[in-house]
């Protein structure tokens, strides 16, 4: 976490800071260390997203700005039962709390944020651009007729030098505002950007909001890296280019203005056989879950040993018979006990099959 979201703050100056979402306080997770903004209707309940710790009031500045866009939540309850559906069931001897119906029940919307910057850049650039042509070739071959030629096309990369000035305003460049940024994409799946709207009082209900750790002060050369690109791009279109070797910008990068952007994930959790909380999260506009999907073992112990009867069975009736007839032991003894070890080791693979799927799951990470 930065300094700037957990310095402290005098109550006066914090309920100013709170101006954009009416009746919030500040809480953070003892565990996991992230910094929500809560409803008032929601304060001191378990972190929503890692759900180990009961929130606990932490007197931090909340940015002045309040966000500038929202992406709504875009699942319908259908949608989000047949996501959920879909995600549970290859899951073998499920637990009896992990069902359908209690993570949609248990779900809550949570909000995560996103930087968005907007800058001027004026200067100038140095660059060694590559332009495709087509060279032609002709290759001679002797046949039954005689030689022939067959011309051939290929491409071939030519490198120039150029230099010019630029003079551009760029907006809505997208900045994270997490560390784990990149890791939560790769967990739950982008966002397509093209359904925000822009944000105003009340539009997120009682819902939590997630705060940034990573605050802009601490991201302006990132920023600036994220503007050359951009401008590396509209450089290339306007010169026609097809490769770039370099593309140096000599220059200013002028009124830096940023605001919040904020994305929706649903919330939700189980409580596994060892009675701890696991955290289910789905993203609010595909519907794409994550999670761990634990099996019962319990469950799977109970099959075995119904499973397990069979073979003792077996094992009994092979013994009653070489008593009955002694003349058959030699045959039927020895048959009778090697079909109830193998059916010993059938009767074990439901048990194997829930622990071997524990492990693969545990090897999973965290939600980021």
């Known amino acids: 976490m930065t300094e700037s979201v957990l310095s402290a703050a005098p109550a006066a100056e914090l309920q100013e800071e709170l101006g954009w979402m009416p009746g919030a306080c500040v809480e953070a997770c003892p565990t996991c260390k992230r910094v929500f903004l809560v409803p008032a209707a929601k304060s001191k309940q378990p972190c929503p997203l890692c759900y180990r710790s009961l929130l606990a009031p932490q007197p931090a500045i909340v940015p002045r700005m309040s966000p500038e866009i929202v992406l709504p939540v875009?699942?319908?309850?259908?949608?989000?039962?047949?996501?959920?559906?879909?995600?549970?069931?290859?899951?073998?001897?499920?637990?009896?709390?992990?069902?359908?119906?209690?993570?949609?029940?248990?779900?809550?919307?949570?909000?995560?944020?996103?930087?968005?910057?907007?800058?001027?850049?004026?200067?100038?650039?140095?660059?060694?651009?590559?332009?495709?042509?087509?060279?032609?070739?002709?290759?001679?071959?002797?046949?039954?007729?005689?030689?022939?030629?067959?011309?051939?096309?290929?491409?071939?990369?030519?490198?120039?030098?150029?230099?010019?000035?630029?003079?551009?305003?760029?907006?809505?460049?997208?900045?994270?505002?997490?560390?784990?940024?990149?890791?939560?994409?790769?967990?739950?799946?982008?966002?397509?950007?093209?359904?925000?709207?822009?944000?105003?009082?009340?539009?997120?209900?009682?819902?939590?909001?997630?705060?940034?750790?990573?605050e802009p002060q601490a991201l302006v050369e990132v920023a600036q890296t994220r503007f050359h690109a951009a401008a590396e791009e509209e450089i290339m279109q306007a010169n026609a280019a097809q490769h770039r070797q370099q593309i140096l910008f000599t220059g200013q990068y002028l009124n830096l203005n940023w605001t919040k952007y904020l994305l929706p994930l649903i919330s939700t959790w189980y409580r596994d056989e060892e009675g701890n909380v696991q955290p289910v999260v789905i993203n609010g506009q595909s519907g794409r879950v994550y999670g761990k999907r634990l099996a019962s073992v319990s469950r799977a112990s109970r099959l075995t040993f119904g499973l397990i009867s069979i073979p003792v069975v077996v094992l009994l009736i092979a013994i009653i018979l070489s008593l009955l007839a002694p003349a058959a032991l030699p045959i039927s003894l020895p048959f009778g006990v090697g079909i109830a070890f193998f059916l010993a080791i059938l009767a074990l693979l439901p048990l194997i099959r829930a622990h071997h799927w524990n492990n693969q799951q545990q090897k999973a990470d965290e939600f980021k």
């Open 74 to 214: 875009q699942l319908k309850n259908e949608d989000l039962n047949l996501g959920l559906t879909s995600f549970l069931d290859k899951t073998p001897f499920r637990q009896e709390d992990l069902s359908v119906e209690n993570l949609v029940n248990r779900s809550q919307v949570v909000w995560w944020p996103l930087w968005l910057v907007d800058a001027d850049l004026q200067g100038e650039w140095t660059g060694t651009l590559g332009f495709d042509y087509q060279v032609k070739t002709a290759k001679e071959s002797y046949g039954s007729d005689g030689w022939s030629t067959r011309s051939t096309l290929r491409t071939q990369t030519r490198y120039e030098s150029r230099k010019g000035t630029l003079e551009r305003h760029y907006d809505d460049i997208q900045i994270p505002a997490l560390e784990a940024h990149e890791k939560r994409l790769h967990q739950i799946g982008a966002y397509q950007p093209s359904s925000a709207v822009p944000y105003r009082v009340g539009l997120l209900g009682q819902t939590i909001v997630q705060l940034p750790e990573i």
